[in-house]
């Protein structure tokens, strides 16, 4: 018997019982949905925590004062990197394409009658490059306000909106600490990080925070930003060896700083959304398999209402291997059609989730490709069982069959 004539016969065979055929189909229909609805689920969550991670800046090492934890409690001293650190980091490790250091601490900052509890960050003109800032408005501080501690500050979208509204604030003078500041440049908005929110605070020159606002000789952070992500391992190996260097500290002894690399963040951080991912396609795949359970109960109830026509094939010469193409075509025609509309149906799933929620959803390729091709799957192996035994039916006892 011809493919295409036994195509049509399965296809002629499903039309005839549209309802049931439709019922079929319907386990995997959802069970397609589900499992592209939760992967896009999981791919855009995967998408949201990377983009806010390299919202933080690209090819990043961040040093700060004391050691790991350990068991809850902070090892090393909380002053232990200076100005004299970031010079010698800067000067001594080739790979370093460019280094911030930055002190930070709340204060209140007041413009007129309007203020707002926020917090003050020190810091370079490099850090905006670093970690990726752009100016809406206004200028940043050049190197010679950073040298002679002026006193001028970049306001955070969020503290410009709280402090000035939709006015305009560049210009304007504000109050630190009962210092005042004059207002030369606006943030762009980043978006709130979860952990830390980049729009709401002032950046002002480094000195000028350490002596005139927060006063402190000490820093709490260095920003790193190696040439390229290959050497991010080489450059955190060279700024740790230097460090301990300056810092005395003996061989065998703890430092008293630690280095976090943002590869490892970022490796982190995809080995548990991937893990998140898996876990939701597992159980969104649990109703395949509900689907396919469903297609061999059918394919053998349609096996026991055909068995004469089964005898009648048979009788005019058709062999065991075209019987059994006609009824795993017709299994596969039904879970391979349940998965077209399943995939329309997690297309539109995923947008209505993304729609009506903050999570954001991406369907991906490689989600749709997998989807078909384990709807196609489970047609073939829950269609086979039914199949055999419908082309191992005796022809005789087939046509006494009522």
Do not use: C
């Amino acid at each position: 018997m011809l493919l295409w004539t036994i195509i049509k016969v399965a296809l002629g065979s499903l039309l005839a019982n549209k309802m049931r055929s439709f019922l079929a189909m319907l386990g995997i229909i959802i069970g397609v949905g589900a499992v592209i609805s939760m992967l896009a689920l999981g791919a855009g969550a995967r998408h949201q925590v990377m983009n806010r991670i390299t919202a933080m800046g690209t090819n990043l090492l961040v040093v700060r004062p004391g050691g790991a934890q350990r068991r809850g409690v902070q090892s090393g001293s909380r002053e232990s990197l200076t100005l004299g650190d970031a010079e010698a980091v800067l000067q001594s490790v080739p790979d370093v394409q460019a280094l911030a250091p930055l002190v930070r601490g709340r204060a209140q900052v007041k413009y007129f009658n309007a203020n707002t509890d926020t917090t003050i960050a020190g810091t370079s003109l490099s850090y905006l490059a670093i970690r990726g800032f752009e100016l809406a408005k206004g200028r940043a501080f050049t190197s010679v306000e950073e040298d002679y501690a002026a006193r001028v500050a970049v306001l955070g979208s969020a503290v410009s909106t709280q402090l000035f509204g939709e006015r305009d604030p560049v210009g304007e003078r504000i109050r630190v600490k009962n210092v005042n500041f004059r207002v030369i440049g606006v943030l762009k908005a980043k978006g709130d990080q979860g952990w830390f929110n980049p729009d709401d605070m002032v950046m002002v020159p480094y000195l000028t925070a350490m002596r005139r606002v927060l006063g402190q000789p000490y820093l709490d952070e260095l920003d790193v930003q190696a040439q390229d992500a290959a050497t991010l391992a080489r450059v955190e190996t060279q700024i740790t060896s230097l460090l301990r260097k300056r810092h005395r500290i003996r061989a065998g002894a703890d430092d008293d700083f630690h280095v976090r690399n943002q590869a490892e963040l970022i490796e982190m951080a995809s080995t548990v959304t991937r893990t998140f991912t898996i876990l939701l396609g597992g159980i969104a795949g649990i109703s395949l398999l509900v689907g396919g359970i469903g297609i061999m109960n059918i394919m053998l109830v349609t096996v026991t209402e055909r068995t004469r026509e089964i005898g009648v094939r048979k009788a005019i010469g058709a062999r065991d291997r075209d019987v059994l193409s006609q009824f795993l075509i017709e299994s596969i025609l039904i879970s391979g059609l349940g998965g077209i509309l399943g995939i329309v149906l997690g297309f539109g799933v995923a947008g209505i989730l993304s729609g009506l929620s903050d999570y954001q959803t991406v369907v991906e390729t490689q989600s749709v490709i997998l989807a078909l091709a384990v709807s196609g799957s489970v047609g073939v192996f829950f269609g086979y069982y039914p199949a055999r035994r419908a082309a191992r039916l005796d022809p005789i006892v087939a046509l006494r069959y009522e």
